[in-house]
């Protein structure tokens, strides 16, 4: 094996990491940090969260790393750990906007609402953030197909692996994501009309 841990394999590596080796861990964290990030800051829209989700994805995943097969790509495994915090932060999310309505409205100020406040929206990105909007209205299993496929650029085999489920399972997912988007996007474009 080569003195460069940029030349071994991501099986190699996480072998190493077994092992305790730090400079294995560096390297898979060179390797996958920015996807890695990228597909949380599109699942949460909050670039301050996806920083902290990346981290917690990565510590759980060397905490893990005995459970990685090799036999996939690290990638993979990774991004599923990734996801799966995602969902978890998105829960947590739920929980505290729940509690911040119930309370009265003196004591709001103490929970923090995970919603951007409405004049950070505003801005010159429109589109864009008319199409995040409902993109975030998606169900999350066709949002994450969407993600995965679309922005991500991964394979449909890929996506399947990530997500636990058959490739057919990704088209027909991929296939509904689209025509929802297309559905939700018109949807929002009647009302922009119908306001004007």
Same mark, same amino acid.
């Given at each position: 094996?080569?003195? %460069?841990?940029? @030349?071994?394999? %991501? $099986? #190699?590596? $996480?072998? =190493?990491?077994?092992? *305790?080796?730090? #400079?294995?861990?560096? /390297?898979?964290?060179?390797?996958?940090?920015? *996807?890695?990030?990228?597909?949380? &800051?599109?699942? !949460? +829209? #909050? !670039?301050?969260?996806?920083? %902290? =989700?990346?981290?917690?994805?990565?510590?759980? *995943?060397?905490?893990?790393? %005995?459970r990685y097969d090799g036999e996939r790509p690290f990638r993979i495994w990774i991004s599923r750990i990734a996801i799966n915090k995602c969902r978890d932060w998105a829960r947590r999310r739920k929980v505290r906007a729940f509690f911040a309505r119930a309370l009265p409205i003196e004591a709001a100020h103490d929970v923090a609402s995970g919603t951007p406040l409405p004049d950070s929206e505003a801005g010159d990105r429109s589109e864009l953030a008319r199409v995040r909007a409902a993109i975030a209205d998606l169900p999350r299993n066709l949002r994450? &197909? =969407?993600?995965?496929? +679309?922005? /991500?650029?991964?394979? @449909?085999?890929? !996506?399947a692996a990530l997500l636990g489920v058959s490739e057919k399972t990704i088209e027909t997912r991929l296939y509904r994501a689209r025509a929802k988007l297309r559905q939700l996007l018109a949807d929002i474009d009647a009302v922009s009309d119908r306001l004007a």
């Open positions: 094996m080569s003195a %460069d841990p940029s @030349q071994w394999s %991501d $099986a #190699d590596l $996480a072998a =190493l990491a077994r092992a *305790g080796r730090e #400079d294995a861990c560096r /390297e898979l964290l060179n390797r996958y940090k920015a *996807g890695v990030y990228r597909l949380i &800051v599109r699942q !949460t +829209g #909050d !670039t301050e969260e996806a920083m %902290d =989700l990346t981290q917690e994805a990565f510590v759980a *995943g060397f905490a893990a790393i %005995d994450e &197909v =969407l993600l995965l496929r +679309g922005v /991500e650029e991964m394979s @449909q085999a890929e !996506t």
